[in-house]
């Protein structure tokens, strides 16, 4: 079964320190998987798929197939991040299915 | 550049009664999906549309109906509404067939069942 789960409701964080987000997920092939942000009143939008594997806004994460986890990372936070993140995991199998975790809520403070 | 566009942004409905929710993309996009937002419950997916004449269940899909009317819009109805049905509603679409696409969002409608 195609399943996601990332584990904190909230993170909090002083401006300037390390955030990790968490994110595991279960599938049984080859997974497609996206970071979302979803800023306050704004519709998600795509932060990270891990096939780029690019950096955006600071943010990394990679793929760890053998502890199947996709943790988003960042090494020094910052106020403008405080929003909702969501992990997406993509079945290319199953035509497309798209499926979210739970969300984590990033609260920055100064 | 509208993208994905969602009608109507808000909602209230009495129980029992019916409404469709509207989706229309103008990305050309092949697959095009229905999300529920609830708090502690993240987004979860009600019903998918992998191509035009093509859907399948999601994750919540009790209570619910979709129809693919054609490669651009996606609805979303509700037949006898229930309070366990006040969410936000996301629709989203993406490119199919390629992978690893990114997927659009509209900018969600509020539907609230009393």
């Known amino acids: 079964a195609q399943r996601v789960t990332q584990p904190e409701k909230l993170l909090s964080v002083f401006k300037g320190a390390p955030v990790e987000l968490k994110c595991n997920y279960s599938?049984?092939?080859?997974?497609?998987l996206f970071w979302y942000v979803q800023y306050s009143r704004q519709r998600l939008q795509l932060l990270l798929r891990?096939?780029s594997r690019e950096s955006i806004k600071g943010f990394t994460a990679d793929l760890n197939k053998g502890e199947t986890s996709f943790h988003l990372k960042k090494p020094f936070a910052q106020e403008e991040d405080s929003a909702m993140y969501y992990c997406?995991?993509?079945?290319?199998?199953?035509?497309?299915?798209?499926?979210f975790g739970q969300g984590t809520e990033l609260s920055v403070k100064p | 550049n509208a993208g994905v566009t969602q009608t109507p942004k808000f909602q209230v409905l009495k129980t029992g009664q019916s409404m469709t929710l509207q989706c229309a993309q103008d990305?050309?996009?092949?697959?095009m999906y229905w999300y529920r937002q609830d708090p502690g419950m993240g987004l979860r997916l009600i019903y998918y549309s992998a191509s035009e004449g093509t859907t399948d269940k999601g994750e919540v899909p009790n209570g619910y109906n979709v129809s693919r009317l054609n490669k651009r819009e996606f609805s979303l109805r509700l037949e006898s509404a229930a309070p366990s049905q006040t969410s936000v509603y996301f629709c989203?679409?993406?490119?199919?067939?390629?992978?690893?696409?990114?997927?659009?969002f509209g900018q969600g409608t509020r539907l609230t069942v009393v």
């Open positions: 997406a995991l993509g079945s290319y199998n199953q035509g497309g299915k798209l499926i």
């Open positions: 990305m050309n996009h092949n697959s």
């Open positions: 989203a679409s993406r490119t199919g067939g390629l992978g690893n696409t990114e997927a659009f």
């Open positions: 891990h096939i």
């Open positions: 599938y049984s092939g080859s997974p497609e």
